[in-house]
C-alpha cells in the first residue's frame, strides 16, 4: 500500500534551517508529482510546494518563495524541502502528499517549531 514518511522536524531559531524528507513507498514514485503541506494550529492547511515527476518544474505558497526548496530523488523514492531563514511564522506540521488513482495519499506529517 501507498505510503508516504515524513521526517526531519523539529524545533529551530529564526533564521535558522531545517530539511525535510518524505520517504515513498507502495506506487511508482517517479511517475507522480509529490506536494508538500503545512498546517498550524487554528489555521487551514496551506500548499507550500509541488514538484512534477521529473522534478523539472516546482511551484511555491507565496509566503516561502526564495527560501524553501522542493526536490525529489528518484532513484531513492524520496521527497526532500530544504527550508532556510525559518520564521516563528513557518511553525507548523508538514505533511507530504501525492494523488493516484482519484485518492489523496497523506504521511503522518513532521512538527516543525520556529523559536527562540
Known amino acids: 500500500q501507498v505510503q508516504l514518511v515524513e521526517s526531519g522536524g523539529g524545533l529551530v531559531q529564526p533564521g535558522g534551517s531545517l530539511r525535510l524528507s518524505c520517504a515513498a513507498s507502495g506506487f511508482t514514485f517517479s511517475s507522480y508529482a509529490m506536494r508538500w503541506y503545512r498546517q498550524a494550529p487554528g489555521k487551514e492547511r496551506e500548499l507550500v510546494a509541488g514538484?512534477?515527476?521529473?522534478?523539472?518544474?516546482?511551484n511555491y505558497a507565496d509566503s516561502v518563495r526564495g527560501r524553501f526548496t522542493i526536490s525529489r530523488d528518484n532513484a531513492k523514492n524520496t521527497l526532500y524541502l530544504q527550508m532556510n531563514s525559518l520564521k516563528p511564522e513557518d511553525t507548523a506540521v508538514y505533511s507530504c502528499n501525492t494523488y493516484l488513482s482519484g485518492v489523496d495519499y497523506w504521511g503522518q506529517g513532521t512538527q516543525v517549531t520556529v523559536s527562540s
Open positions: 514538484i512534477i515527476r521529473t522534478g523539472g518544474i516546482t
